[in-house]
């Protein structure tokens, strides 16, 4: 029996059960990162250190498969199953996901990459991620062209957070991988230190990968190719034009600002919200060490 196209809850072309249903291979590496929290710039690390430089790619999402989306309407989840496990053995393949275990299965011989960020920055960064689909796009999954708009950070909040979850999403992710912190075959990251040290973190996910060793040339090519500055200048390559064939989003919809502490001098996260979003976040993420890392950042405690 075919598995049901449209899963309850969330749009169309995201099914999170295709994931629980691959054939895993032991070199298989897994982006997991909540929504607007540094997937898309994690995806170009993975593929940069995996091919030692490419600057060759059209989009980075035919290099690094979305493991939780539809084609289209009419697809169902064996047909999805079906392409990712007949993809190539030639590489190792990488994945993209959002989700976190157990609807992300977890096995010893695949390697995870993990990144959360500070919440209220992903909340902010999501209002002007969602504004910015096409309208193209939401008619082709059968939504109003006015579903992703919203006046302001409130509204947003009150149907993203309050309405659809978010908060769970984001807190939930950070506390299923928290658990999992210490395994050999995972490495959490945190947002902030990516950015405020490149080389650093591009350093210890090409460790944890171990697809080195890299020449010197090579590996002032994947420095540069995994910039901020590049990617924005060849955003075009980071807009999942291979996905659909319309487009999904506006142009420089994906890429923002490559920042972080902005959330309320900048992107209008208010004190009020700020505050709704930690009591309830400290209902799911229990743990304190924990709940300051996603806040914060920093050394991992043990």
Avoid: C
């Avoid at 995996?50 to 600057?55: A, P, S, V």
């Avoid at 006046?151 to 984001?170: R, S, T």
């Avoid at 090409?206 to 697809?211: A, K, N, P």
């Avoid at 506006?250 to 309320?264: D, H, I, T």
């Amino acid at each position: 029996m075919e598995e049901s196209k449209k899963p309850e809850g969330g749009p169309g072309w995201i099914n999170p059960h295709i994931q629980g249903k691959i054939a895993w291979r032991d070199d298989d590496v897994v982006i997991s990162v909540p929504p607007k929290s540094g997937t898309t710039w994690t995806m170009n690390i993975v593929h940069q250190l995996r091919e030692k430089g490419d600057r060759s790619f059209d989009d980075i999402y035919a290099e690094v498969k979305w493991i939780e989306t539809m084609e289209s309407p009419e697809s169902t989840v064996e047909d999805m199953v079906k392409y990712i496990d007949k993809m190539p053995a030639s590489r190792p393949r990488a994945f993209k996901t959002h989700a976190s275990p157990p609807t992300l299965p977890f096995q010893q011989s695949i390697k995870y990459v993990v990144v959360v960020r500070n919440p209220e920055e992903a909340i902010v960064s999501m209002k002007t991620f969602t504004s910015k689909h096409s309208q193209e796009f939401l008619k082709y999954w059968g939504m109003p062209p006015e579903a992703f708009q919203w006046p302001d950070i409130e509204a947003f909040y009150n149907a993203f957070v309050k309405g659809v979850g978010m908060d769970k999403m984001l807190f939930g992710f950070m506390a299923e991988w928290w658990k999992l912190r210490n395994e050999p075959n995972v490495l959490l990251l945190h947002y902030k230190d990516m950015v405020s040290d490149h080389e650093g973190s591009i350093t210890k996910i090409s460790d944890f990968l171990g697809y080195g060793p890299y020449t010197d040339d090579e590996w002032s090519a994947i420095l540069e190719l995994t910039s901020f500055q590049w990617m924005k200048k060849h955003e075009a390559r980071f807009e999942a034009s291979s996905v659909w064939h319309i487009p999904v989003l506006e142009k420089g919809a994906m890429l923002r600002q490559g920042s972080f502490g902005m959330a309320r001098t900048k992107d209008g996260m208010t004190e009020a919200l700020g505050s709704d979003l930690e009591e309830r976040g400290r209902k799911i993420l229990t743990d304190e060490a924990a709940f300051e890392w996603m806040y914060n950042g920093g050394p991992i405690p043990e």
